[in-house]
């Protein structure tokens, strides 16, 4: 259709051409009869007659010369509808383009509606369907009025053809307005065949637009019957542990009986749409009317899913200082994703980031738990974070356990963490639930592994079997053996070799207790797990070793939703493996923020986020420091450190550093800045003198920093040097180095920058490699699934 009308306009543009060389000729021959008309004049011409000629001559040259001028004039007109029919081959290959592109929504649309979205997305679709015809619609009006134009022009045509016809002008000058009508004609009829296949297209893109109409109610109202169907398995979890935790609040409050309770939470286990149903109908209206409709539809129902109760004293975000509360957090969103029925303990600091919790509200029940001989009543709250249900213990005990600003630190922690082990198990006692497995963690819920055993199991709450995790066996909670008294330990029981008493001292030591006490004992690597069988146990090396068949390291996961390149929104410009120039932007960016050198953009950045404390080898951090400098790269260290000496001696090194440009110390803790240093980095520094898991390292990996790292812990289970022949090279992403010196250090960080610069597309390589490790938590939670499972199973088999 373009190349037609580009023939169309090409002709009457040649034609144009030959009507203004004939207009010159008449020009020419006015002028020379001018000119002869001026040379009479100026003669001596006597003779009337001839004078007379002359006259009629010089009137009919005038009359000439208006007609010339208004031909011209038209002529200008007949260009500027030239101009015209161009933009109405525009406008119409344009209006193709358009209703091309409605149908090809149309089509998509159709498909669309096979995946039954959401209703309100549907009715946009329409309403963006139906802008687009009206817009069409709009674009057709303007064409006709264009038309009009032309059929305005044809009767000026007309009344010229009528004047040259009066004035007698030459047959030249008629035919010329014939040839012109016959342009004109040619317009309309071609304007009038492209306004027919346009309506014609339009009528068709109704049609369909009603068809669209009708098949897509009649989807609604299909979606309407299905969803009520399949809305339970796409159901947020938050929502669910909503429902449980409303379950568990009628029992603890005498609302409801021990036997309905349990069925209900089958149900919750088995994602049942009646309970979704009931909870949603029932939404806003009194508490009663929800609990009367779940009792109706209660039936005993068996599941596959374990019921798993975590008592710990971090989880993220509402209560964290270290690694543990992003295992808490992490590990119980993995279990519940796989089925299984999770709920979460934790004391109730004052102290805690409540606004990262989902309607939380205190039960109207008081839970009584023994400490030092009397009974003390707690308040329990509940609400969900991060989609899992938490129950919250508030002491109501005079000391205010849990109310003193921050979580650890305290004179009395030995007693604080005693008294909230036991009010947990109180708490899961009295609610009537069959558990099956209490996992409890690190030295301040150790005491729950005794205490259920000693004191619990003989009240008929045996139905449980206990992991226990250590995250660091450098905390182990020791005090005098007098102490366990405090929470209702027998002391003449557990101060003994075999249990509690710790093997270098004559104290009690809390971890010993949950390591002989627990079914299952767990760390948080594999290698970790070897270290600790021998020096790295801190006096417990013999006691792992005793128990060692129920002892096993797992790898922590990290948060891969948290930590994700792609839609980290503290990044300035999100990325991934496949497209790596975001990853330079946010370099940038953080070289703008903390005023770095920026003249070479390849300059090699390497991070460090830590807790300046002795275990991080906080030597070797000065070190990577200054090797850094000396190799002509920059740093940039995010932490502090509760040792005074060490704050102060890295605020030393900042001050010297205070005017270098490649150097940036900032000696505290900042999430979002974490975020950008992960993404900006080339390289990042764990060069930790033990390091039990360790979960910088992977995130650094998931945001292309390639680890520089010592060979300890879970940095030796997750980073595998880039020139060590004898492991696969698929394995192999970072650097390594085995002592805890100066001198492995610096070879470590001189061979990862040599690759750096010499090789720039194998560096480019290892960092999208790096990117693609999955170190997400679904690993991990499947392998203590795999042991909850076994240790519940061996259970059963005994009862």
Not at 312 to 334: R, T, Y
Not at 349 to 356: A, F, G, I, L, P
Not at 698 to 705: D, T
Request: charged content about 25%.
């Amino acid at each position: 259709m373009h190349r037609v009308a580009m023939e169309h306009a090409d002709k009457i543009l040649k034609e144009k051409e030959a009507l203004q060389r004939k207009i010159n000729i008449l020009e020419t021959r006015l002028s020379e009869t001018n000119a002869q008309h001026k040379l009479s004049s100026e003669g001596n011409v006597s003779d009337s007659p001839l004078l007379l000629e002359f006259d009629v001559l010089k009137e009919d040259n005038i009359l000439l010369k208006e007609d010339i001028e208004f031909f011209k004039t038209k002529l200008i007109e007949i260009a500027e509808t030239e101009e015209g029919i161009f933009k109405l081959e525009k406008e119409r290959a344009l209006l193709d383009a358009s209703l091309r592109e409605l149908e090809s929504r149309f089509i998509a649309a159709q498909a669309n509606m096979m995946k039954l979205g959401p209703r309100d997305a549907w009715w946009e679709k329409v309403e963006k369907l139906e802008d687009l015809l009206e817009t069409t619609a709009n674009q057709v009006e303007h064409a006709a009025v264009i038309l009009d134009h032309n059929h305005d022009l044809q009767d000026r045509l007309d009344n010229l053809e009528a004047s040259l016809q009066a004035a007698n002008i030459s047959k030249f000058s008629c035919s010329l307005v014939d040839l012109l009508q016959q342009k004109v004609k040619l317009v309309e009829d071609r304007f009038q065949a492209c306004n027919s296949e346009m309506h014609s297209q339009i009528e068709l893109y109704e049609h369909s637009i009603v068809e669209f109409h009708d098949t897509l109610s009649k989807l609604i109202e299909e979606s309407e019957k299905r969803s009520l169907e399949n809305f339970t398995g796409n159901m947020p979890s938050e929502l669910w542990s909503k429902i449980s935790l409303l379950i568990d609040g009628w029992l603890l409050e005498k609302k409801i009986a021990y036997n309905d309770a349990s069925m209900l939470r089958e149900m919750v286990r088995k994602r049942d749409s009646r309970l979704r149903e009931a909870y949603l109908s029932y939404r806003g209206t009194e508490n009663r009317d929800v609990m009367d409709s779940f009792l109706k539809m209660a039936l005993p129902g068996t599941s596959s899913g374990l019921h798993i109760a975590h008592i710990a004293a971090e989880m993220a975000p509402v209560a964290k200082v270290g690694g543990l509360a992003d295992v808490i957090s992490g590990l119980g969103k993995a279990l519940q994703k796989k089925g299984h029925l999770v709920e979460i303990i934790l004391p109730k600091y004052d102290c805690m980031q409540v606004d990262q919790v989902s309607n939380l509200k205190v039960l109207d029940v008081l839970v009584q738990s023994y400490f030092e001989g009397n009974m003390f009543n707690n308040k329990i709250w509940t609400g969900t974070v991060e989609g899992l249900p938490v129950y919250f213990i508030e002491p109501q005990h005079p000391a205010m356990f849990f109310s003193r600003a921050q979580y650890y630190g305290e004179h009395d922690d030995f007693k604080r963490f005693a008294y909230f082990s036991r009010a947990a198990l109180e708490l899961l006692y009295q609610s009537g639930k069959k558990v099956d497995i209490i996992h409890c963690h690190d030295w301040q819920t150790a005491f729950v592994a005794p205490l259920y055993w000693d004191v619990y199991a003989n009240l008929g709450f045996n139905s449980a079997r206990i992991c226990f995790t250590c995250h660091n066996f450098e905390y182990q909670g020791t005090a005098p053996a007098r102490d366990l008294a405090w929470c209702g330990l027998d002391v003449e029981h557990l101060d003994r070799p075999d249990r509690m008493r710790d093997n270098s001292h004559g104290r009690i030591n809390a971890v010993k207790g949950a390591i002989v006490y627990s079914n299952i004992v767990t760390t948080v690597s594999p290698t970790y797990a070897l270290e600790v069988r021998s020096e790295g146990g801190r006096g417990l090396q013999d006691t792992l070793k005793v128990h060692s068949r129920k002892f096993l390291g797992i790898l922590n996961g990290i948060d891969t939703d948290t930590w994700n390149p792609s839609t980290d929104r503290y990044l300035k410009v999100q990325y991934n493996a496949k497209d790596l120039q975001g990853k330079a932007a946010n370099k940038a960016a953080l070289r703008e923020q903390l005023n770095l050198a920026s003249a070479y953009p390849s300059q090699p950045l390497v991070g460090c986020i830590t807790r300046l404390v002795a275990q991080k080898g906080v030597h070797l951090i000065r070190h990577a420091i200054y090797k850094t400098a000396e190799l002509g790269g920059q740093f940039v260290l995010l932490g502090s450190s509760p040792v005074p000496e060490i704050q102060r001696e890295f605020e030393g090194i900042a001050d010297h550093f205070q005017n270098n440009n490649n150097i940036r110390l900032i000696l505290k803790y900042d999430d979002a800045l974490s975020h950008c240093i992960y993404a900006a980095s080339d390289m990042f520094i764990v060069p930790s003198i033990f390091e039990p898991c360790g979960l910088t390292q992977m995130i650094a990996m998931r945001y292309g920093s390639v680890p520089i790292v010592r060979k300890t812990g879970g940095l030796n289970d997750s980073v595998f040097d880039f020139d060590d022949e004898t492991i696969p090279m698929e394995v192999r992403n970072g650097f390594t180095f085995v002592k805890a010196d100066e001198q492995g250090l610096s070879s470590a960080m001189e061979r990862a920058f040599n690759c750096y610069t010499r090789k720039p597309e194998v560096w480019k390589q290892l960092v999208q490699k790096d990117m693609t490790i999955d170190f997400s938590w679904d690993t991990s939670a499947s392998q203590y699934e795999d042991i909850y499972q076994k240790a519940v199973a061996r259970a059963r088999a005994v009862a």
